[in-house]
């Protein structure tokens, strides 16, 4: 009988070091780490919307659907949007040609003016000697040193020099009023070309928006639409959650002193408490949770209850591990980190 009592005595004390060994353990585990299971894992969710009207005539994803980025999720209706872009590309061509008309006579009209004022100066240099000689015959024919019909020989050919050099103004003058007209159009060619390259522009891009692209690697949730469905612009489609994951935990204010920059973590899924999940602390978030809420607390109206504060901090997964089990964005994870 004392053998046996000697042998409930042992276990007793046995059951008892363990118990001292673990609580020691958990104590010395929660005054060396800072820890909180008000954590999520995150990714980001893209809106899949469309930027123009018309029926869905081809859908290549289901639920629940892995795409790539580039894929093409779906089309719309292309008819319209082709007809408009083809008459808006014959625009463009059409302006086009009229610039390089417009430039081809706007280059001409320069070199015609050029040429005229070339003209007016040579006539005008030609001429002077005529005037100089008319000028000196003048004064002596007042002084009866030339006959009257020397007198008449020189004036009708200065008169005549008179009259090609107004002749050759108003050809001058007709060239800068050409040139002028000419700046103009090409003016004009200009601006209706860029105003068709606009246009030719905005109808490409509405084209391009009649396949709609997947933005980023992810999975498609449960579909919002059926193929043949007519849809407007600024709807969303669905959804695209990203492939990409990271933790954001929100620990206490009286927890963040404990916390620094790139310190290792532990990320354990309540979904898989058997493993383990190694992170890096990369951010903190500015604000307090309460402040992003939709209503948030106003401390100034006289009804003040104190609440201990939650910071979201964000941590990244260092490694591949967590894409090895099945995790998606909205499970919840316990986040450990020791005390720096």
Same mark, same amino acid.
């Given at each position: 009988?004392?053998?046996?009592?000697?042998?409930?005595?042992?276990?007793? %004390?046995?059951?008892?070091?363990?118990?001292?060994?673990?609580?020691?353990?958990?104590?010395?585990? *929660?005054?060396?780490?800072?820890?909180?299971?008000?954590?999520?894992? /995150?990714?980001?969710?893209?809106?899949?919307?469309?930027?123009?009207?018309?029926?869905?005539?081809?859908? +290549?994803?289901?639920?629940?659907?892995?795409?790539?980025?580039?894929?093409?999720?779906?089309?719309?209706?292309?008819?319209?949007?082709?007809?408009?872009?083809?008459?808006?590309?014959?625009?463009?061509?059409?302006?086009?040609?009229?610039?390089?008309?417009?430039?081809?006579?706007?280059?001409?009209?320069?070199?015609?003016?050029? *040429?005229? @004022?070339?003209?007016?100066?040579?006539?005008?240099?030609?001429?002077?000697?005529?005037?100089?000689?008319?000028?000196?015959?003048?004064?002596?024919?007042?002084?009866?040193?030339?006959?009257?019909?020397?007198?008449?020989? =020189?004036?009708?050919?200065?008169?005549?020099?008179?009259?090609? =050099?107004?002749? /050759?103004?108003?050809?001058?003058?007709?060239?800068?009023?050409?040139?002028?007209?000419?700046?103009?159009?090409?003016?004009?060619?200009?601006?209706?070309?860029?105003?068709?390259?606009?246009?030719?522009?905005?109808?490409?891009?509405?084209?391009?928006?009649?396949?709609?692209?997947?933005?980023?690697?992810?999975?498609?949730?449960?579909?919002?639409?059926?193929?043949?469905?007519?849809?407007?612009?600024? /709807?969303? @489609?669905?959804?695209?959650?990203? +492939?990409?994951?990271?933790?954001?935990?929100?620990?206490?204010?009286?927890?963040?002193?404990?916390?620094?920059?790139?310190?290792?973590?532990?990320?354990?899924?309540? *979904?898989?408490?058997?493993?383990?999940?190694?992170?890096? @602390?990369?951010?903190?978030?500015?604000?307090? !949770? *309460?402040?992003?809420? %939709? %209503?948030?607390?106003?401390?100034?109206? !006289?009804?003040?209850?104190?609440?201990? /504060?939650?910071?979201?901090?964000?941590?990244?997964?260092?490694?591949?591990?967590?894409?090895?089990?099945?995790?998606?964005?909205?499970?919840?994870?316990?986040?450990?980190?020791?005390?720096?």
């Amino acid at each position: 009988m004392s053998k046996i009592n000697g042998k409930y005595k042992i276990i007793i %004390l046995l059951f008892v070091i363990l118990v001292i060994l673990f609580s020691v353990r958990y104590i010395y585990h *929660a005054l060396t780490t800072t820890s909180t299971d008000n954590a999520q894992i /995150q990714s980001h969710i893209y809106p899949i919307i469309s930027e123009v009207s018309g029926k869905i005539v081809e859908l +290549n994803i289901g639920d629940n659907e892995f795409v790539e980025k580039g894929d093409t999720l779906m089309i719309i209706e292309q008819t319209h949007y082709a007809n408009v872009l083809s008459e808006a590309e014959a625009n463009l061509k059409n302006a086009e040609l009229q610039i390089n008309l417009t430039q081809n006579n706007l280059d001409k009209s320069v070199k015609h003016l050029e *040429a005229t @004022l070339a003209k007016l100066e040579e006539v005008k240099a030609f001429n002077d000697a005529v005037f100089k000689e008319f000028k000196r015959k003048k004064n002596l024919y007042k002084s009866k040193a030339i006959p009257k019909a020397a007198y008449d020989a =020189i004036y009708a050919k200065n008169k005549a020099a008179k009259a090609q =050099i107004m002749e /050759q103004k108003a050809v001058t003058k007709i060239a800068e009023i050409n040139h002028e007209e000419a700046v103009v159009s090409h003016e004009i060619s200009v601006v209706n070309f860029e105003r068709a390259e606009a246009v030719f522009q905005d109808a490409s891009f509405q084209y391009q928006n009649t396949f709609i692209i997947a933005p980023e690697n992810g999975k498609t949730p449960e579909l919002k639409i059926v193929e043949g469905q007519v849809i407007a612009p600024g /709807q969303i @489609l669905t959804e695209l959650v990203g +492939n990409h994951l990271w933790v954001v935990a929100n620990y206490k204010e009286t927890q963040v002193k404990h916390l620094e920059l790139n310190m290792d973590a532990i990320i354990e899924m309540d *979904a898989f408490p058997d493993k383990e999940f190694k992170a890096k @602390l990369v951010s903190f978030t500015n604000a307090t !949770g *309460a402040k992003f809420a %939709l %209503l948030p607390t106003d401390n100034a109206t !006289g009804n003040f209850v104190k609440i201990v /504060q939650r910071i979201p901090v964000k941590f990244e997964f260092v490694d591949d591990e967590i894409y090895k089990v099945f995790s998606a964005s909205g499970m919840s994870v316990t986040v450990t980190v020791e005390d720096k």
